[in-house]
């Protein structure tokens, strides 16, 4: 198939209406599996996966993902393949798409994504970067709606994450915002999200009837929130920053049993993990009733699932049973002595 193929980089590149259709998608292929009745629908096909950092829920969601459906998946680990190192990012990507249906790339810096993106000829799905985690999202967004508190849908949903200003809070601001959610980050100032991500929220939200708050005011952001969450208060580079965020964030912005007994008593507790058990959010939290986080890890699969049936499935095109026949016929004769 050679149509310029559609990315999944940024949830912003969407409409409210193709991100719910893909929802939609992730539910039925979730009611298929667990009927035992995953289609085959990606039969034959193939996804190269780039990892630049470590994972377990994104890497085996996207693996087993493959397998569920019928095709088949790649690791393809930096030092092993030549990306960017004596090879360009756009010549990988180019090879790759001669082989492979789909790429799914986690890449230290943005740019190396759209710049995949820009050379492939196959879709390319953001597995994370230094930006943003649409994949995750996607997959808290469908959590969400599983979990919907009684009487309530979507649009009236408060989500309120607590902590730094994180790619997965990059991504979940947007997408919230853009399907008609009500968005509240929590932290100290210094940690906030950016004013140009609270940009791209207020016109989501103007857009769409939602809503975006920023704030260090912990107890009046959870006096009403539906649904909690939290991420990481550093990651692999920010380590000379940990007494410094350790003290902006502790005590007041960590999820503790005392946080939760502020907010409602529906509101679940959401982390995109991995966690650190005791920093960010205590035992209790993560153990507790109103945790909701491996149901949401177990989903990562599920959206994959979806999300490469939307970008993969329309591509391809299986021979007619009589091509088939005639190519087998015709390689059979060959082979014969
Ligand atoms: N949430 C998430 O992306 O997990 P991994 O880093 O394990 O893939």
């Given at each position: 198939m050679t149509d310029q193929p559609r990315h999944f980089i940024d949830t912003q590149d969407f409409t409210r209406e193709e991100l719910l259709r893909i929802i939609d998608l992730i539910g039925l292929l979730k009611a298929a599996d667990k009927d035992g009745a995953c289609p085959k629908l990606l039969a034959g096909a193939s996804l190269g996966m780039i990892f630049e950092e470590p994972s377990t829920r994104t890497r085996v969601s996207f693996e087993v993902a493959m397998t569920k459906l019928g095709g088949h998946a790649l690791y393809l680990k930096p030092g092993?393949?030549?990306?960017?190192?004596?090879?360009?990012?756009?010549?990988?990507?180019?090879?790759?798409?001669?082989?492979?249906?789909?790429?799914?790339?986690?890449?230290?810096?943005?740019?190396?994504?759209?710049?995949?993106a820009a050379n492939a000829t196959v879709p390319v799905i953001n597995g994370l970067t230094d930006y943003n985690h649409p994949t995750q999202v996607i997959c808290d967004v469908f959590t969400m709606i599983e979990h919907a508190p009684v009487g309530k849908s979507l649009t009236d949903f408060k989500l309120v994450f607590i902590g730094d200003a994180t790619n997965v809070c990059s991504s979940l601001l947007m997408v919230s915002t853009q399907l008609g959610m009500h968005f509240t980050h929590a932290a100290p100032k210094r940690y906030q999200a950016p004013e140009a991500w609270q940009a791209i929220g207020r016109t989501n939200a103007a857009a769409s009837g939602g809503s975006l708050t920023v704030t260090d005011d912990v107890d009046a952001a959870v006096r009403d929130a539906d649904f909690i969450y939290t991420d990481l208060w550093w990651w692999i580079g920010q380590e000379a920053e940990i007494p410094d965020r350790?003290?902006?964030?502790?005590?007041?912005?960590?999820?503790?049993?005392?946080?939760?007994?502020?907010?409602?008593?529906?509101?679940?507790?959401?982390?995109?993990?991995?966690?650190?058990?005791?920093?960010?959010?205590t035992d209790a939290v993560m153990d507790g009733p109103r945790s909701i986080i491996f149901d949401q890890a177990e989903n990562r699969l599920h959206a994959e699932k979806g999300l490469l049936v939307h970008f993969v499935y329309p591509r391809l095109s299986p021979p007619s049973s009589d091509l088939a026949s005639y190519h087998r016929g015709r390689i059979e004769s060959f082979l014969k002595p």
């Amino acid at each position: 198939m050679t149509d310029q193929p559609r990315h999944f980089i940024d949830t912003q590149d969407f409409t409210r209406e193709e991100l719910l259709r893909i929802i939609d998608l992730i539910g039925l292929l979730k009611a298929a599996d667990k009927d035992g009745a995953c289609p085959k629908l990606l039969a034959g096909a193939s996804l190269g996966m780039i990892f630049e950092e470590p994972s377990t829920r994104t890497r085996v969601s996207f693996e087993v993902a493959m397998t569920k459906l019928g095709g088949h998946a790649l690791y393809l680990k930096p030092g092993e393949i030549h990306l960017g190192v004596r090879e360009s990012i756009g010549d990988t990507a180019r090879v790759i798409s001669r082989m492979v249906d789909v790429i799914e790339a986690r890449t230290l810096k943005h740019q190396t994504v759209l710049d995949l993106a820009a050379n492939a000829t196959v879709p390319v799905i953001n597995g994370l970067t230094d930006y943003n985690h649409p994949t995750q999202v996607i997959c808290d967004v469908f959590t969400m709606i599983e979990h919907a508190p009684v009487g309530k849908s979507l649009t009236d949903f408060k989500l309120v994450f607590i902590g730094d200003a994180t790619n997965v809070c990059s991504s979940l601001l947007m997408v919230s915002t853009q399907l008609g959610m009500h968005f509240t980050h929590a932290a100290p100032k210094r940690y906030q999200a950016p004013e140009a991500w609270q940009a791209i929220g207020r016109t989501n939200a103007a857009a769409s009837g939602g809503s975006l708050t920023v704030t260090d005011d912990v107890d009046a952001a959870v006096r009403d929130a539906d649904f909690i969450y939290t991420d990481l208060w550093w990651w692999i580079g920010q380590e000379a920053e940990i007494p410094d965020r350790t003290s902006a964030f502790m005590p007041d912005f960590q999820i503790n049993e005392a946080l939760l007994a502020r907010a409602p008593a529906h509101a679940k507790f959401m982390h995109c993990l991995p966690a650190s058990r005791g920093v960010e959010v205590t035992d209790a939290v993560m153990d507790g009733p109103r945790s909701i986080i491996f149901d949401q890890a177990e989903n990562r699969l599920h959206a994959e699932k979806g999300l490469l049936v939307h970008f993969v499935y329309p591509r391809l095109s299986p021979p007619s049973s009589d091509l088939a026949s005639y190519h087998r016929g015709r390689i059979e004769s060959f082979l014969k002595p």
